[in-house]
């Protein structure tokens, strides 16, 4: 799909003035819109556009492709767009994959990549770029954050992820912070949505908690069959396994369970009691993490692009790096190898009304970084 | 005299040439890219279409071939870029012709030793033993550590040919465009040996075939590892083009879209990878401008060729094959 | 480990199993009867799941999304096999593959059309909800148990219809010689469409079985078509005898294989790796054995 959203037709349809501009902004967006994980790439979008047509700033133009959570296909579109759209920035990208197969060739040909999601470990350390910036996460943090979290009340913790790169991240991350045993540590299939043989070990192990991380279908088809185990063990996960987007599907098993986030939508502070109001107004849905980090990464760019030209490349670069903008989820600024520096809350999945959602219930790190910032050498 | 079909697919040739050098021309690099989509995916259906369209053998994993030829170009190009040897000491390297060398004995190997259990097997049981083959491959890929797992593997500077700067869209599209008019000449040069016919006898008749003393196993087996070579030449410059080799080149998706690739041209002939190729990179750029909801129209699309369409591309242009 | 953990893995095998044969049966009576190969088959799974979430979603009742799932299913079958694959009955497999590849992305898409792109909330009814304790000391899910029962039922129902009612003799008569029923007088079009449906309705069933422990959601049906394959072919393709015990085979091995192979690799390897590697092994564990069951047999263990 290609969408040109001209922001002047919405500006005026608004009643929003535009503020001043040095220079025209090409935004290319590559996300998730059909297959299986389509619904974050929908939210990346939608949270993303919401802050461009809250601005009505009628120079900043965006571009938006379907990847099909193909990586080839995101080569493609990306290539695409720099080479026939002169896009000036990319962004969108969902999957670490996806990513690592865009993010080299994109900076290599002098683009931004301002990531919306995708964090891989690579790129936030040997393989970090001027270009490259993250205004997510770095994907191991929400799980560091329940390894803090665990150590609370947990002694011995059974730990599993899917058998790919960002499961090992996972449950590396976790590990890095929890203190206490590990009893078990498995790997399960790809896409596997049949979980009985690990909630029989689980059941088996003695463990007094769970940290699982199994995004999409999968993390649903592991909570509803955990809750009809009778398996009293408590659950914890990430939030990508509890986000807004899957929670509806979970239903009364997500009830209770302790997740991370750097947001949640109950977040006390202006710039969040704005977004989550204007995404409701204009999406008729509670926004998930994916649309927070959509719309911020849009803010950012915006931000940078009020200030300065983007064409030239380090000006708009220390734009960028200062983050002028308001985060709904609190204070954010840049760590040396372009990743955030926030706080990272611990959540509680509650029912509001008829709603399932997140509330936040602690918080595991204040001013987290990464791990891997050590290693970037720029 | 020449024929009507070898009219058109000179013409074919040469469309797809100007088309890339006219975009060059023009400074449209994309199409020069979508251009070199078209040669390589068309290579590795040609492979295909040496096992599905001579020998009869649909294999419904060629996928898997594809991918050993991305991953020899990922594996031998990041080594050859980072210095580290590989196991036994061996040094990678960044030369296509040797990548292609490596790509295609690996494909080899791999060949014999899926084409030795299913080719015993015929009809519905060899589509899905090659599907269960490609499928346990993938599912390999997805989880080995040592080369990005799922993630894949980038490949950050496009590996060298003799003479040429690869880097330049054109020259890779030369190349590419070469790779598949060589592949195209191989098919043809086969399709007319003596090997071709024997093959052709095994297609249609097995028993006949025995009668008149051919061992259909080895011909068989013999045309499906070669199939398997060609098509891992082309996934090692499908790498090379994405500078990206991941295990979804290896996916269930991938090979039906092979196969789709072949009907669509029209099945049994020469250029007719090419000219599926073709129509498919272009269906799948236009409609995707189009709505978001491509893939259900690519249905249809696919669904009516076969239905109503059987001879594809080729067949509305050339008319229909002519049985010798 | 203890005898209740086996127990419990072997029982979540069986499970497993029941469901592989709900979706290969449906695949192999129509390879049977009309030498199709249908790759669509997974499409009407998730056809059957989407009909249950969304009837029961507005009902409140499981047992009527149940019931949906059967006829939304058996509807959409009869609907496609109308339209396109009667005309594929006298082609090859190779445009059987193609045509029902291209259903699969229309299928798909347009689903996602219908009900848009976020998964769907489907949950088990109440009466089924929580564990059971088992003799030897096991807790196991109810549900899962009522899906074993329903499972084998129909297993013993499908058996029951073919070998007992008018039907039944048809189809058998179709499998042996399609020219010999049109000339008993049989409408063979009808018939074809009638096991079609019927094809179809045992895959609605098993996705929407299947999507109340699972996740409702486009492309489900994919993961699920592929094993369906790898059991009709052990089974040999055709044999509905073959599918159940193939299905059976397949759902205890791969569930024993996750569970067995990274514990036996630890006593080998650390934690961590034999982890990885025994993830790794397990998933791919049901292909080796297939290869090397059509390497001894190329016909499947039953062959018809």
Known sequence: MKTILSAAALALSLGVSSTAMAAPVKIGMITTLSGGGAGLGVDTRDGFMLAIKRAGNEDVTVVIEDDAQKPEMAVQLADKMIQQENVDILTGIVWSNLLMAVQPGAVAQGKFYVSTNAAPAPLAGKGCSPLYFNAAYQNDNLHEAMGQYANEAHKKMFILAPNYPAGKDSLTGFKRYFKGEVVSEIYTKLGQTDYAAEIAQIRASGADGVFMFLPGGMGIAFMKQFAQSGVETPVMGPGFSFSQDVLPAIGDAALGVKNSGQWSHDLDNEANKTFVDAFKAEYNRLPSIYAMQGYDAAQMILSAAAKADVKDTDAFRAELLKADFQSPRGKFKFNTNQHPIQDIYVREVVKEGDTYTNKIVGTAFTDHGDAYAQDCKM | MISREWTVNAALALALLAAAIAAEAAGQVFYITLATRIAILGLAATGLNLALGLGGLVSFGHAVFFGIGGYAAGILGSHAFSG??????????????????????????????????????????????????????????????????????????????????????????????????????????????????????????????????????????????????????????????????????????????????????????????????????????????????WQFFLGLILLVTVLFARGGVLGFLAGKVRHG | MTAALAIEQLLNGLQLGVMLFLMAAGLTLIFGVMGLINLAHGSLYMVGAFACAAVASLTGSFWLGLIASLAAAAAAGAIIEVLVIRRLYSRDHLDQVLATFALILIFSEGTRWVFGSFPLYLNIPSILQGAVSLPGGVQYPAYRLAVIAAGGLIALGLAALITRTRLGIRIRAGENDREMIGALGVDIRTLYTVVFALGAALAGLAGALVGALQSVQVGMGEPVLILAFVVIVIGGIGSIKGAFLAALLVGVVDTMGRFLLPHLLATVLPPSEAGTIGGSASSMLIYIMMAFILAFRPRGLFAA
């Open chain 2, 84 to 293: 580290d040897p590989m196991i036994f000491g061996l040094e990678g390297s960044n030369s296509m012709p040797l990548i292609w060398l490596v790509a295609a004995l690996a494909a080899a190997v791999a060949g014999v030793v899926i084409g030795v259990i299913s080719i015993r097997t015929s009809g519905v049981y060899f589509i899905m033993i090659t599907l269960a083959f490609a499928q346990m491959l993938y599912y390999f890929a997805i989880s080995w550590p040592a080369y990005g797992g799922e993630d894949g593997l980038s490949i950050f500077v496009r590996n060298a040919f003799p003479g040429m700067n690869t880097m330049k869209p054109l020259s890779f599209f030369l190349i590419s465009f070469g790779a598949l008019m060589a592949g195209i000449a191989i098919l043809a040069v086969l399709r007319g040996s003596r090997f071709g016919s024997a093959l052709d006898v095994v297609r249609q008749n097995e028993v006949r075939a025995a009668a008149v003393g051919i061992n259909p196993f080895p011909v068989k087996l013999t045309a499906f590892v070669l199939s398997a070579m060609i098509t891992a030449v082309a996934g090692a410059l499908y790498a090379d083009l994405n500078r990206f080799v991941s295990p979804s080149m290896m996916s269930w998706h991938m090979s039906g879209e092979l196969i789709v690739l072949i009907i669509l041209g029209g099945t049994g002939r020469l250029f007719g990878p090419m000219a599926g190729a073709a129509l498919f990179v272009l269906i799948e750029h236009n409609l995707g401008e189009l709505t978001e909801r």
